[in-house]
């Protein structure tokens, strides 16, 4: 495992989601508003009572950010989408990400077709273009998958339509995802949750598509750590 950095969080027990963006925890014995940046159904998490990290925020309706639920061996599985950037971001500074190797960041939001994919990257072989997906679903006999997504995303079929357009004008393109739990070693898409986004990322692996993954957690303290710097993948 590699420290990405560090963040300052607090423990919390989640109580239940308010709305898509709002989740009740409890922080030091009171009922606050936590701000959930992952519009993933997460029932795999969000159980009452199941312990939790938050960070402080300032501003807006929500006094923190529900970051992550504790996971294996007091780790956590985070959540927050935002962190889960920044963590990747900060793998691709320091070139722990083979699969992307000597590649640094040139844009993000980049407007493509009727999309917006998440990264554009200046790699030795030229330009790729990238989107990045929010793997936090735990499957597999010994729990060792990484999967997504966990219900229907229009959006997500809608990207990797763009890619496979990209691919298909000769462009590199490429979709990881980010598998958010300890002790995962594979990604797989969760046929369950949505069989388009599964036969969508075996059309795209055919037409030239790249598809990668790779785990990060967090630490008790705060560190949020490179677990696996490349996953298994398994279409």
Partial sequence: MHVLFKLKVIPCTF??????????????????????????????????GRKAFCTPKTGGKTDFVLVAFEDLDGRGAVIDTRTQARAFERAVELDMVPWLKDCRIKRKEIRVGKSRLDYLFE??????????????????????????????????????????????????AMI???????????????????????????????????????????????????ERPSLGIEL
Avoid: W
């Avoid at 239940?16 to 997460?42: D, I, M, P, S, Y």
């Fill in 15 to 48: 109580l239940k989601r308010l709305n898509r963006f709002v989740a009740l925890v409890e922080v030091g014995g009171e009922e606050r508003r936590a701000l959930v940046t992952n519009t993933g159904r997460l029932e795999e998490f969000m159980v009452p």
């Fill in 176 to 226: 990881f995802f980010i598998g958010a739990m300890p002790a995962v070693e594979k990604f797989r898409p969760y046929e369950k949750g949505d069989p388009e986004i599964a036969r969508l990322l075996r059309e795209a692996q055919k037409a030239g598509v790249e598809i990668h993954a790779l785990s990060i957690s967090l630490l008790p303290d705060g560190r949020v750590v490179l």
């Fill in 123 to 172: 790699c030795p072989e030229g330009e790729v273009y990238a989107e990045m997906k929010s793997a936090v679903l735990r499957g597999g006999r010994k729990g060792e998958y990484a999967m997504y997504p966990d219900c229907p995303s229009l959006r997500g079929q809608k990207h990797i339509e763009e890619l496979i357009e990209l691919a298909k004008a000769g462009n590199r």
